[in-house]
T-cell receptor
Framework: QKEVEQNSGPLSVPEGAIASLNCTYSDRGSQSFFWYRQYSGKSPELIMF??SNGDKEDGRFTAQLNKASQYVSLLIRDSQPSDSATYLC???????????WGLGTSLAVNP | DGGITQSPKYLFRKEGQNVTLSCEQNLNHDAMYWYRQDPGQGLRLIYYSQIVNDFQKGDIAEGYSVSREKKESFPLTVTSAQKNPTAFYLC?????????????FGPGTRLTVT
């Protein structure tokens, strides 16, 4: 089992829809969870981070964390073509003090 | 204008040559990291530094070297010992060196070795 797993996609949604991106992790001691957006050929850009169970909202983005089920999600409301990118999930596992990266989910928002 | 700069954006070298990638930050962040990204693979940590004059190997340090003589600068040297140096190299910073805080990335350097 990979330490951080993401569906590679591509996930295709129509403009204006909600895009739901999921990430599961294996280390129950994980403490911090990050979502990054990476456009093709560019570097990753931090979108959200979450530390506690529940939802955290920032504009059109909502991060959802469920430590019991070991998953973290990113919801993008009112998806725009400019949201088309690869979304990377990263999880900080406190026991080994490492930031573990998923391979990313490719999102395509169709006009 | 705060941020992380990496230069050059594209770099081409012949096999057998050492090459140094620059990373400079004016965010006053303590920790700096070097990652490489290859198609189909996740970000892999090469080296990191939590304070000046100290650095640690990451998961794939072989064939690479770093220095941290100033808080603002963390250059990465790709030596001829690195078997597959062609990759996208990313420098990142973190406010402190705790590891559990967000990391901020520079624009990256794409290295091609032929």
């Amino acid at each position: 089992q990979k330490e951080v797993e993401q569906n590679s996609g591509p996930l295709s949604v129509p403009e204006g829809a909600i895009a739901s991106l999921n990430c599961t992790y294996s280390d129950r001691g994980s403490q911090s969870f990050f979502w990054y957006r990476q456009y093709s050929g560019k570097s990753p850009e931090l979108i959200m981070f979450i530390y506690s169970n529940g939802d955290k909202e920032d504009g059109r983005f909502t991060a959802q964390l469920n430590k019991a089920s070991q998953y973290v999600s990113l919801l993008i409301r009112d998806s725009q073509p400019s949201d088309s990118a690869t979304y990377l999930c990263a999880v900080y596992a406190g026991n080994n003090r490492k930031l573990i990266w998923g391979l990313g989910t490719s999102l395509a928002v169709n006009p | 204008d705060g941020g992380i700069t990496q230069s050059p954006k594209y770099l081409f070298r012949k096999e057998g040559q050492n090459v140094t990638l620059s990373c400079e930050q004016n965010l006053n962040h303590d920790a700096m990291y070097w990652y490489r990204q290859d198609p189909g693979q996740g970000l892999r940590l090469i080296y990191y530094s939590q304070i000046v004059n100290d650095f640690q190997k990451g998961d794939i340090a072989e064939g690479y070297s770093v220095s941290r003589e100033k808080k603002e600068s963390f250059p990465l040297t790709v030596t001829s010992a690195q078997k597959n140096p062609t990759a996208f190299y990313l420098c990142a910073t973190e406010t402190t060196g705790t590891g559990n805080l967000p990391r901020y990335f520079g624009p990256g350097t794409r290295l091609t070795v032929t």
